[in-house]
């Protein structure tokens, strides 16, 4: 049997998923033409985890589904050491993929985009099960400080921890083109910090799927730490290539506009 996520059946989901549009995202700023990738993770009220990330990439694109890529094994792995394996719900800063960090940053304050992002937050908030909400990255902070003001500090209670965002190291690094030496000091100081955040939220108390896993991060991932994505965060049909963390999705192209429109996809080994 392989389970899968049956999608969003029931309303308000069914209303956002038709409502995208007035987000009026920029199309000089946002690959409008991949559609909305709207969340990862369970809408049935059970989920005791709010991820907020930051915008969908390549992989995402195709398994229309958020941080299945990299950055979503890499976030797998963090919840694992809560022990948390199902109980979570993932939304992104931005639906539809930015073309560069500067888009994001220009689109922030965007009142749209805000109040499109806050009826999600408030979906998956409004049964008081969620007991800790965690953002991957600035923006990602961003959002849920704004939706704090939005909703008047209704849920500042929640434990809430801001991290750097998974990929983090790599784009930190860019400017030495991928020195493996710079992007493993920074994977380091990125695993030290998510450390912290799991022990406080270890400390929070939060209702668990399975036993929290007592090793911390060393400098380095090893690779129990990138899970799988499960097959239930997954659209019925998906092939199981697709839950690995191979990069089997990337934009290719001559230039920008090439890129800007093409997906390579290629079946891992």
Not at 51 to 57: E, H, L, M, R, T
Not at 133 to 139: C, E, K, R, S, T
């Amino acid at each position: 049997m392989i389970d899968f996520d049956p999608g969003y059946v029931a309303e308000p989901y069914i209303s956002l998923c038709k409502d995208y549009e007035s987000a009026a995202y920029p199309s000089d700023a946002f690959r409008l033409e991949w559609g909305p990738i709207f969340h990862r993770g369970r809408l049935d009220g059970s989920a005791r985890v709010l991820v907020i990330g930051q915008d969908p990439a390549a992989q995402e694109d195709m398994a229309r589904r958020i941080l299945v890529g990299t950055a979503g094994h890499r976030v797998q792995g963090f919840l694992a050491k809560l022990g948390i394996t199902k109980s979570y719900v993932m939304l992104n800063t931005f639906a539809f993929s930015v073309l560069n960090q500067t888009g994001g940053e220009h689109n922030k304050t965007n009142i749209a985009i805000i109040a499109y992002r806050n009826r999600w937050f408030d979906a998956v908030l409004a049964n008081g099960k969620v007991q800790a909400v965690v953002a991957f990255g600035d923006l990602a902070h961003d959002a849920w400080k704004r939706y704090l003001h939005a909703s008047g500090q209704a849920h500042a209670n929640l434990p809430f921890q801001a991290v750097r965002h998974p990929t983090w190291p790599e784009s930190s690094t860019a400017a030495t083109h991928g020195d493996a030496a710079a992007v493993a000091a920074a994977t380091a100081t990125m695993l030290a910090q998510w450390n912290t955040a799991i022990v406080a939220l270890r400390q929070d108390g939060i209702t668990t799927d399975t036993a929290p896993q007592a090793a911390a991060y060393g400098s380095a991932f090893t690779p129990a730490e990138l899970p799988a994505i499960p097959a239930a965060d997954l659209p019925a049909g998906l092939p199981s290539w697709m839950t690995g963390s191979d990069g089997w999705a990337s934009r290719t192209g001559a230039n920008a506009a090439e890129k800007r429109k093409t997906l390579t996809v290629v079946v891992p080994g």
